[in-house]
């Protein structure tokens, strides 16, 4: 048993000694196989040229610099903000270029970050807010007797509606913040859509007071304002925050219009209702694009770690031992343009799945849940040895974005529905005859061309749209 013991203690180091070897070529063998990185594929040439090539609009024009800002207290300029806090934050990605290592935003501060905006917590305000929320119920009856809510809401914040005024005023969108910049800052949407709520409120009271002219131009200006910031969002929140606001537009624009005799309500409809959401309007490969953006300046910031001359402590000038370990270790793990490439591959076939004909989009389900199965499970085992750490990342962040393209994509049957209940009360077709006058209707479900349904409790025309839940349920109350 004794003169076993060398034995064992030689097997056992010889068994180490070969994994040890074994383990020593295998990461050889990786070193080999990950010696360069890739170029960029020509759709990430593409992608990134598109994205730079956007049309230019100027600061004094551009809307999304005023609601960067928009938040701001009474008495200060919004634009005059938000150009600051776009400027903060092209100054912390510049910073960070130089200095990747850097993690801090170089000892400054979001020049906009104390503009929090308190929303109203008056109880009439906020039982109004939750019953016309998306997918809330009640919204019709607690906007028709809002009329205390709207004194209330404008007596309390008075310069709510005028800011809101000045930002649906303005001719472009552009989102020039860096997008590549993880903690760049993002407008405060809440007040923004306190601010329409208030608006929708305001055309309501004009029309009853037989003011149509303005209850139009309010409607028509918000119109046109959404539908632009949905065509020209680079960013999925821009685009899902203008697809709020235009289903919010439609729904209650309705609620408006009920309350008219038909030559008012046809005064106070804006044109816009008559023109269907175009296919620029509708896709998602713009907003698509700038995911990416951010995708890949996330894919570059990563990139330091992995590289040994960033293994150096900024003040210290000394290597960590961590940190050496992981440059050293994980270098040949991790390829920053193959990633970024990889993730380019993956959101042009999102953008390709929800870019489709409204009839063609109830199939695009399956083929979108696919995708994001299919990119998840390249996660393990790993189909390359090439790019092991980028190939996972990609594959964790592999999301299905079909309910937000559903999202987008619901607009256009809200519009209809909305349309064919101005169009009716035109017609002055009497409840009772509405479901049987929808099925001779020339405006259908876009998804499918059959006519809307009749909610005869409600009294309601229904579109039942893509997206799931009570959010994909909207009622155009008759």
């Known amino acids: 048993?004794?003169?076993?013991?060398?034995?064992?203690?030689?097997?056992?180091?010889?068994?180490?000694?070969?994994?040890?070897?074994?383990?020593?070529l295998a990461y050889y063998v990786i070193v080999v196989v990950n010696w360069n990185d890739r170029e960029p594929t020509v759709l990430a040439q593409q992608w990134r040229q598109r994205y730079d090539d956007r049309a230019p609009v100027a600061d004094a024009a551009n809307a999304y610099v005023f609601a960067m800002g928009f938040a701001v207290p009474a008495g200060q300029d919004p634009a005059k903000m938000g150009a600051q806090r776009i400027a903060w934050?092209?100054?912390?990605?510049?910073?960070?270029?130089?200095?990747?290592?850097?993690?801090?935003?170089?000892?400054?501060?979001?020049?906009?970050a104390d503009n929090i905006h308190e929303t109203s917590r008056d109880p009439a305000i906020a039982a109004f807010r939750e019953a016309c929320r998306p997918g809330g119920a009640g919204c019709a009856s607690a906007f028709d007797n809002a009329d205390e809510t709207y004194d209330?809401?404008?007596?309390?914040q008075d310069w709510l509606l005028p800011r809101y005024l000045q930002l649906i005023s303005f001719p472009g969108w552009l989102e020039t913040g860096p997008l590549t910049e993880l903690s760049?800052?993002?407008?405060?949407?809440?007040?923004i859509m306190d601010a329409q709520r208030i608006l929708l409120l305001k055309a309501r009271r004009l029309s009853m007071q037989g003011d149509y002219r303005a209850a139009h131009d309010l409607l028509e200006s918000d119109l046109r304002f959404w539908r632009q910031v949905l065509e020209s969002a680079d960013t999925l929140i821009g685009k899902m925050i203008a697809?709020?606001?235009?289903?919010?537009?439609?729904?209650?624009?309705?609620?408006?219009?009920?309350?008219?005799?038909?030559?008012?309500?046809?005064?106070?409809?804006?044109?816009?209702?008559?023109?269907?959401?175009?296919d620029q309007e509708r896709s998602m490969q713009r907003c698509m694009v700038g995911e990416w953006i951010f995708v890949a300046g996330l894919a570059e910031s990563l990139d330091p770690i992995f590289r040994y001359e960033f293994a150096m402590e900024a003040e210290e000038g000394q290597p960590t031992f961590g940190r050496t370990?992981?440059?050293?270790?994980?270098?040949?793990?991790?390829?920053?343009?193959?990633?970024?490439?990889?993730?380019?591959?993956?959101?042009?076939?999102?953008?390709?799945?929800?870019d489709v004909r409204l009839d063609q989009y109830p199939e695009s389900r399956a083929?979108?849940?696919?995708?994001?199965?299919?990119?998840?499970?390249?996660?393990?085992?790993?189909?390359?040895?090439?790019?092991?750490?980028?190939?996972?990342?990609?594959?964790?962040?592999?999301?299905?974005?079909?309910?937000?393209?559903?999202?987008?994509?619901?607009?256009?049957?809200?519009?209809?529905?909305?349309?064919?209940?101005?169009?009716?009360?035109?017609?002055?077709?009497?409840?009772?005859?509405?479901?049987?006058?929808?099925i001779v209707s020339e405006l259908k479900n876009p998804y499918d061309e059959r006519p809307f349904e009749w909610a005869a409790t409600e009294s309601a025309i229904r579109f039942r749209g893509l997206q799931q839940g009570a959010r994909g349920e909207h009622l155009l109350h008759y």
Not at 399 to 413: K, Q
């Open 325 to 354: 370990v992981v440059a050293l270790l994980g270098a040949p793990l991790y390829q920053t343009q193959d990633s970024i490439n990889k993730y380019a591959g993956y959101y042009s076939r999102i953008a390709a799945l929800l």
């Open 243 to 278: 697809t709020t606001a235009l289903i919010r537009h439609f729904e209650l624009g309705n609620l408006i219009l009920r309350r008219l005799e038909p030559p008012a309500a046809a005064k106070v409809m804006p044109a816009g209702w008559h023109t269907p959401l175009t």
């Open 152 to 156: 209330r809401w404008t007596a309390q």
């Open 89 to 112: 934050a092209h100054e912390v990605a510049q910073r960070r270029a130089s200095n990747p290592q850097r993690q801090d935003s170089a000892g400054s501060a979001d020049p906009g």
């Open 367 to 438: 083929k979108s849940a696919k995708l994001a199965r299919d990119a998840a499970a390249a996660a393990w085992p790993p189909r390359s040895l090439y790019n092991l750490i980028g190939a996972w990342m990609v594959a964790q962040g592999s999301l299905d974005y079909y309910d937000y393209g559903a999202r987008v994509a619901d607009i256009e049957g809200v519009r209809r529905a909305a349309l064919t209940a101005g169009t009716l009360r035109a017609a002055k077709v009497q409840v009772g005859s509405v479901e049987q006058a929808l």
């Open 184 to 191: 760049a800052p993002l407008p405060q949407f809440s007040p």
């Open 1 to 24: 048993m004794i003169r076993a013991f060398p034995i064992l203690l030689k097997t056992l180091a010889v068994t180490i000694a070969a994994c040890a070897a074994l383990a020593m």
